[in-house]
């Protein structure tokens, strides 16, 4: 039902999203949808959930498969794992991470930026060794936000990303850590 969910949004986005129209796409019965999902809204939080995680999950590979110099190639793998799953990951660059459905679809108190932001400040602590501070929270977060604005600008322009705009988004997120957070690199 997720698959199908998510090959609806590529096709016709949310506002023609229906569980009708899930059902049918899944070969499955509509109560069987309403065993799960009570609506639409349901299935592409759990859609949302189930990107997210992949998402943290590649991420999380990357960061174990590869040595970074720094953080800021740290920063641009996370950009380039992005910009792959909104290439070849059905309903990802119709949701990315629920926005467009929600601001607070993944936590109910936090908006979703703040979810992610969290994840990848987790990992950076996991990873560089860095202090937790409040000062890393809002640089993560104002990072996260603003190459979350510039990365959908990119696909606005290019459904496959035009490259000139990832490659600002990257710019703006390494200019923007090194004020805040300096040169702090891996182990």
Known sequence: MLDACAELLDEAGYEALS???????AGVAIGSVY???????????ELTRRN?????????RRFLEEDYRGWWEAVDAIIDIYVDMHRTVSGFKSLHFGDVVDLNLL???SDNNTVIAGRLRGLFLKEFGLADSAALDLAVLVAVEAGDAV?????RRDPEGAPEIIDAAKQLMRGFLSRQLGSWSPR
């Open 35 to 45: 065993q799960f999902f009570p609506d639409k809204r349901a299935i592409t939080q």
């Open 52 to 60: 997210v995680e992949e998402f943290v999950r590649r991420v999380d």
């Open 19 to 25: 569980t009708t129209r899930i059902a049918d796409r």
């Open 151 to 155: 990365l959908k600008l990119a696909f």
């Open 107 to 109: 936590d109910s108190d």
